[in-house]
């Protein structure tokens, strides 16, 4: 008996069109899109960096290049002068010393009350739990100067109840300042992270013997640890570059590099040299922070992505 001939498969196609029965829509851009949404976004890198670029180009120029009616891309006698001048400047190792000290304190009060906060709201049931979460958000809305008239006065005289406190011209009135000005977003942010971590950790650790507290320290506490690094980020960054706030409430003597910055600018003119390596000086706190935990801004940035 003769078996019947198999007639072999067609071999199937690769890509096959989308039907509408399908379900399937097929999302593609053609070759002219993709090199136009590549000069774009080429044009659009340069224009964000070309500032950086001039920064660099003016802090290492004489000043008559700097003045020079044709300006030069590229110094053509680079120097190191302006970073001297900056450092032998006035008040600028003391500003930088007060930077530091202030961004230091805002950013590590406000992670510890944040995410002591940020607990509470992602964990706890309690009357009024919405609403705490709604003016948090509406509090980030508000802009810093419609804060600074009633935030001199409120510093200026500060009852303790013993005692009466002047803190308006010193370095732990802008810390405390600074700490609540990063807290809402700390702790808005801190919530998403909570709020990822599943109960069921929480309840499998107290049935293991472990207390509340065992909990917070061994489980949460670690998991959010990405969370406390991204969020720290912002805080630093606030924190560093505020201008307004302590350039109003302090003499020079104490306050950060950024309203050292402004001494640059007299009524002779602005020394764009010295400005410009102060500004390079400035950043290089940012940057070195950022370098230190870029490891788990990445993870920070989406374990909260999730829930909350």
């Known amino acids: 008996m ?3 001939a198999v007639t072999p498969a067609a071999p199937l196609k690769r890509r096959r069109k ?17 090199v136009l949404a590549n000069t774009a976004g080429v044009v659009f890198s340069v224009l964000m960096l070309f500032p950086v670029y001039w920064v660099l180009n003016t802090a290492f120029k004489p000043a008559d290049e700097v003045l020079a009616l044709e ?8 120097t190191f002068d302006n970073f001297i001048s900056a450092f032998k400047a006035p ?15 805002a950013v590590a009060g ?17 009357y009024g739990r919405k609403a705490i979460i709604l003016v948090v958000l509406v509090v980030q809305l508000v802009p810093f100067l419609a804060l600074l008239i009633p935030l001199f006065l409120m510093l ?28 809402p977003y700390t702790v808005w942010t801190l919530r998403g992270f909570i709020s990822g971590i599943p109960r069921e950790l929480d309840e499998a650790a107290m049935i293991d013997g472990c ?3 065992q909990v917070f320290w061994r489980i949460i506490l670690p998991l959010t640890g990405p969370g406390l690094v991204a969020t720290s980020v912002y805080g630093f960054i606030q924190a560093w570059n505020e201008f307004i706030i302590i350039n109003t409430l302090n003499s020079p003597d104490k306050q950060n590099l950024m309203a050292w910055l402004l001494q640059n600018q007299t009524t002779r003119g602005t020394a764009w040299g010295p400005l410009m390596a102060g500004a390079i000086i400035t950043s290089i706190p940012v940057v070195v922070f950022f ?15 999730v829930k909350g």
Not at 71 to 78: K, L, Q, Y
Not at 91 to 105: A, P
Not at 112 to 126: P, Q
């Open 2 to 4: 003769v078996a019947p």
């Open 18 to 34: 989308a039907k509408a029965d399908d379900g399937v829509i097929t999302v593609g851009r053609s070759r002219t899109g993709t």
């Open 71 to 78: 300006p030069g891309f590229w110094p053509s006698n680079p």
């Open 91 to 105: 008040l600028f190792l003391q500003d930088m010393l007060n930077g530091v000290v202030i961004t230091l304190f």
């Open 110 to 126: 406000a992670l510890v009350v944040g995410f002591l906060g940020a607990l509470a709201i992602a964990r706890f049931s309690f």
């Open 156 to 183: 200026q005289n500060v009852n303790l109840g013993f005692t009466t406190l002047n803190l308006t011209d010193s370095l732990i009135g802008v810390s405390i300042t600074y700490l609540v000005l990063i807290l």
């Open 211 to 213: 207390t509340r507290a």
């Open 291 to 305: 370098l230190i935990i870029q490891r788990n801004i990445a993870t920070g940035l989406t374990a909260g992505a």
